[in-house]
């Protein structure tokens, strides 16, 4: 059958820069730098003209043509197209060290950016704000096509992975035709390196995040071969249960991470904390009078522990029902599996419960979480289906090592923050629960065999890392990466890149790699207070539309 149009995923791989010679180092820095300027340039050009260069019919894009009428003079041109000797901003005399094709890219670079605050213009009204208010500190990197780069693979030299970039600082002012070359060392995985074959590498850009740290990122168009039978397609809904916090569920299809939600129960959890804490005092009174047989406090201690419960289960009832609600409206989309998390020790936690303290706490937990597990086990055998065996449809998985193990790509990351995650190798950032919640489902595609047959195991691991012997390792081996990403600057910004690579990625290749935009929905601010717009991955607002009609307990 047909190949559907593909996804574009990006693929960040850290730049060895401490390898890189001082020569080469600063190449780049002048790269980079003259790339920004010229995309600063751009951008003040387009907002000057603004009103001459919209087109479309909702008058939200750019108009290529005219933009190079007013900045790029044209000498050599096709038979049939006058000349263009001057223009009224002439780039190419602004920016004498650079050649056409990497103005070019700026330019494209500018518009897409302005486009994309175009769009948010349209959202938000007049308080979006202009790209041309980036900070002049940032670097805004220019995305550079395929034609443009070479990702080189050398067996005998010290990084065996490099990135070919062309560099024409001193060969556009010496007129010389060919250029020279500026090679970076990768640190390449073999994660990278199987996102590279899901498809074509189409365009790269090169940036600097807020630690310092140098990356290229690759833009990736996966090729998908349709499935040609016409049942739904599978797909696995991952449920990361959090009893004191928001319950967050993810779906993967093969392809990709389609959608997160966060069904937050804020009222529950400050009456719980309520109760616990006249728990608490009760308790501590009880250990005081000691020997005055406070009868009358025992009773009231009781009561307060019957209160809590029936609290916890009749919102715990409520959350099924959601649950339950959303995964029937999935299921006329989808084959769908539902993968939930077991937690962790929680034979143990029972058994040393005394009714104390964290440890009572701890139990209830337990409870509370086999209390959900059972109701939606038992609400789905309602509907008919499979909830116990090896290949059923719902599944309690392990959640050993979900909430710190990148899902991307195995490695272990950090959580600078309780709701972020974040991953030294390949600069994934997301919600540490979603990270978690993908992770579960991971494991339940690893755990089904019958999975695995629907279109091979391998269209899964694109979407979603499944060996779970190989992701043990790759933890295992890299104990201390973790560590040096915590410095105090990064756990105070959470950003890492600038506004302009998320402005960019999001219009200019449409990167649709996964559904972030439940990560940015307002309603879940509370729980994403340290992921900006920026922080996370590049939602397409389309995937927001979807996510945002469907609604979720956190929108009602
Ligand atoms: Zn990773």
Avoid at 223 to 244: F, K, N, Q, R
Avoid at 286 to 294: A, K, Q
Avoid at 400 to 408: D, L, Q, Y
């Amino acid at each position: 059958m047909a190949r559907s149009r593909g996804t574009i995923v990006s693929v960040k791989v850290p730049i060895n820069w401490e390898s890189m010679t001082n020569r080469s180092r600063q190449r780049l820095r002048q790269i980079v730098g003259r790339d920004s300027r010229a995309i600063r340039a751009f951008l003040g050009i387009i907002e000057q003209h603004e009103n001459e260069l919209l087109t479309g019919r909702k008058k939200n894009r750019i108009h290529d043509g005219k933009l190079d009428k007013l900045t790029l003079t044209a000498l050599r041109t096709k038979t049939g197209f006058g000349q263009r000797p001057s223009v009224l901003h002439d780039m190419k005399a602004r920016f004498p060290r650079m050649s056409q094709n990497e103005l070019q890219e700026c330019r494209q670079t500018a518009v897409a950016l302005y486009e994309s605050f175009l769009s948010l213009r349209e959202k938000k009204g007049w308080q979006a704000s202009r790209p041309r208010t980036i900070k002049s500190t940032w670097r805004i990197p220019r995305w550079v096509f395929t034609q443009r780069f070479k990702i080189e693979y050398n067996e005998s030299s010290f990084s065996k992975w490099w990135l070919n970039l062309r560099d024409s600082l001193d060969s556009v002012p010496e007129g010389r035709k060919t250029h020279d070359r500026l090679l970076l060392p990768l640190k390449i995985s073999p994660f990278h390196i199987n996102q590279f074959r899901r498809g074509d590498v189409k365009a790269c850009q090169i940036f600097i995040d807020r630690s310092r740290k140098w990356w290229a990122n690759f833009a990736v168009r996966v090729v998908i071969d349709e499935a040609p039978d016409t049942s739904l397609p599978p797909a696995v809904l991952g449920i990361d249960l959090g009893i004191e916090k928001a319950v967050c569920t993810t779906l993967i299809t093969p392809e990709k991470v389609r959608e997160t939600k966060f069904f937050k129960q804020k009222e529950k959890v400050e009456l719980i904390r309520k109760y616990d804490r006249l728990v608490a005092d009760l308790q501590r009174k009880i250990s005081i009078d000691d020997n005055s047989s406070p009868d009358g406090v025992f009773q009231k201690l009781r009561q307060i522990r019957h209160k809590r419960e029936n609290i916890a289960r009749e919102y715990d009832r409520v959350l099924v029902k959601y649950l339950l609600d959303y995964i029937e409206e999935l299921s006329n989309k989808y084959t769908l599996y539902v993968s939930i998390g077991r937690l962790k020790n929680i034979r143990n936690v029972a058994r040393k419960g005394n009714y104390q303290g964290s440890q009572f706490r701890g139990m209830i937990h337990s409870w509370a979480f086999a209390r959900i597990t059972e109701s939606l086990k038992h609400g789905l055998a309602q509907k008919g289906w499979s909830v116990d065996g090896k290949d059923s449809k719902f599944q309690v998985v392990s959640e050993a090592w979900t909430s710190i193990m990148c899902w991307k790509c195995g490695t272990k990351g950090v959580r600078p923050k309780q709701n972020y995650f974040k991953c030294p190798s390949c600069g994934h950032k997301t919600n540490a629960d979603r990270n978690g919640a993908i992770n579960i489902a991971g494991r339940l595609i690893t755990l089904t065999k019958s999975l695995h047959s629907v279109r091979g195991l391998g269209k899964w691991e694109d979407s979603v890392k499944t060996g779970k012997h190989s992701r043990l390792k790759a933890r295992k081996k890299k104990p201390s990466q973790g560590k040096s990403l915590l410095s105090s600057k990064d756990q105070t910004s959470g950003l890492g890149e600038s506004a302009a690579v998320h402005f960019v990625q999001m219009d200019l290749l449409g990167f649709g790699d996964d559904s972030k935009m439940s990560d940015n929905d307002p309603a879940v601010a509370s729980t994403m207070e340290t992921l900006s717009v920026v922080g996370s991955d590049v939602p397409t607002l389309k995937q927001e539309k979807e996510t945002r009609s469907s609604g979720g307990i956190s929108s009602r």
